[in-house]
């Protein structure tokens, strides 16, 4: 089992920025891939950015590209999301993700079924 605690989220105006944080535990050796997604009220949960805990390879939506960026520190077992020129359409419950499972030519790390592992999330508000 993998335990995944996300923080950092807050109040911030319209062209911000924020860090979020999160820091995994348990059974962290088998870790593949890292994500974030978010959740806005009445919408699905949708793909933020991914990045792989061997290599560090990321990926990001197009939404977030260029304002956002995903990094790891493996010592720490941490995954971090810098946020910056935030929107309000930003505003979100932000949720961390891992993949215990190696990934495959098929695996598309934006889907919510390729991760085994989630937090509770953190709220982000973006006032505009």
């Known amino acids: 089992q993998v335990q995944l605690v996300e923080s950092g989220g807050g109040l911030v105006q319209a062209g911000g920025s924020l860090r979020l944080s999160c820091a995994a535990s348990?059974?962290?050796?088998?870790?593949?891939?890292m994500g974030w997604f978010r959740q806005a009220p009445g919408k699905e949960r949708e793909f933020v950015a991914a990045?792989?805990?061997?290599?560090?390879?990321?990926y990001y939506a197009d939404s977030v590209k260029g304002r956002f960026t995903i990094s790891r520190d493996n010592a720490k077992n941490t995954v971090l999301l810098q946020m910056n020129s935030l929107k309000p359409e930003d505003a979100a419950v932000y949720y961390c993700a891992s993949r215990r499972r190696p990934t495959f030519g098929h695996t598309i790390l934006s889907e919510t079924r390729e991760y085994d592992y989630w937090g509770q999330g953190t709220q982000v508000t973006v006032s505009s």
């Open positions: 990045i792989r805990w061997s290599g560090g390879s990321t």
């Open positions: 348990g059974r962290t050796f088998s870790t593949y891939v």
